[in-house]
């Protein structure tokens, strides 16, 4: 396995996810974990989590079409502090790195600095920002697939499944 260290920290990750993204013509699925349930927004999960606990855990995979899954891992913990009962007003700390794979292969890892926001709110305000991202690239995926299929119907004279 190749490892890489990339000079940027996380938000340069959650930027390269977003680039990663924007080539919807070229993602065949997109997948979360922990996968919310229907009607649930992941950031919702997410907040929960923290919430709770102090501590967020993300995981964003990407299948290409040319059979290479990226999977990005996020993980964030509160940086403790006495003078403030808030956990989202304490500073958090954060790590991230993807992995390229084909089937069980590892291709190569990258992995950024770590980075600590001022705040929690910060980490947030950005997961929700690319929360929206994610469900139009979601979406646009769905519609690619079902074009895709309709074309394939089309070579049958639409008798496919009847």
């Given amino acids: 396995m190749h490892i890489e260290y990339d000079s940027g920290n996380v938000v340069d990750l959650i930027k390269k996810l977003d680039q990663d993204l ?74 991230g790195y993807y992995i390229d794979k084909k089937g069980d292969e590892v291709l190569k890892m990258v992995v950024y600095n770590p980075y600590t926001f001022t705040n929690s709110y910060e980490l947030f305000k950005l997961i929700s920002e690319f929360g929206e991202r994610y469900r139009l690239t979601d979406y646009e995926v769905y519609v690619d697939k079902m074009i895709e299929y309709m074309k394939v119907e089309d070579l049958f004279g639409g008798d496919i499944g009847g």
Avoid: Q, W
């Fill in 22 to 95: 924007n080539n919807v013509h070229e993602i065949s699925r997109l997948g979360r974990i922990p996968e919310p349930k229907p009607g649930r927004r992941y950031r919702e999960i997410l907040l929960n989590m923290f919430r709770e606990s102090g501590f967020v855990s993300a995981t964003v995979f990407i299948d290409f079409k040319d059979g290479v899954r990226r999977v990005y891992t996020f993980i964030g913990k509160v940086i403790p502090r006495g003078d403030i009962n808030n956990l989202f007003e304490m500073p958090i700390y954060t790590e």
